[in-house]
């Protein structure tokens, strides 16, 4: 089992900045993709960025520019840089993790709990 812990959010000001951090802990072998995903009041969760273990990262287009996403494969975290950021940015932000299971059998998706990210106009 994964469990991802994810710290960072709170309020700001629309142009500030925010960072998230999510951590990886538990039994499993390896973490493969790491990203985050958000949902705003009434949408769907839509994917904001993903890093793969190895590769080049992905991002949305509403971000592109002014969010960046890297991970520290020794901590087994992700980190969501967001600069620039925007009342549409406002959100529940969530990390998702892909992990291969200790004995190398399964692979599963794991999410956090989710963090508040709320950008005032």
């Known amino acids: 089992q994964v469990q991802l812990v994810e710290s960072g959010g709170g309020l700001v000001q629309a142009g500030g900045s925010l960072r998230l951090s999510c951590a990886a802990t538990?039994?499993?072998?390896?973490?493969?993709?790491m990203g985050w995903f958000r949902q705003a009041p009434g949408k769907q969760r839509e994917l904001v960025a993903v890093?793969?273990?190895?590769?080049?990262?992905r991002y949305a287009d509403s971000v592109k520019g002014r969010f960046t996403i890297a991970r520290d494969n020794a901590k087994n975290t992700v980190y969501l840089q967001m600069n620039s950021l925007k009342p549409e940015d406002t959100a529940v932000y969530y990390c998702?993790?892909?992990?291969?299971?200790?004995?190398?059998?399964?692979?599963?998706?794991?999410w956090g709990q989710g963090t508040q990210v709320t950008v005032s106009s």
């Open positions: 998702n993790a892909d992990a291969l299971s200790a004995d190398r059998l399964t692979l599963k998706d794991y």
């Open positions: 538990g039994s499993f072998f390896r973490i493969n993709n």
């Open positions: 890093i793969p273990s190895g590769g080049s990262t």
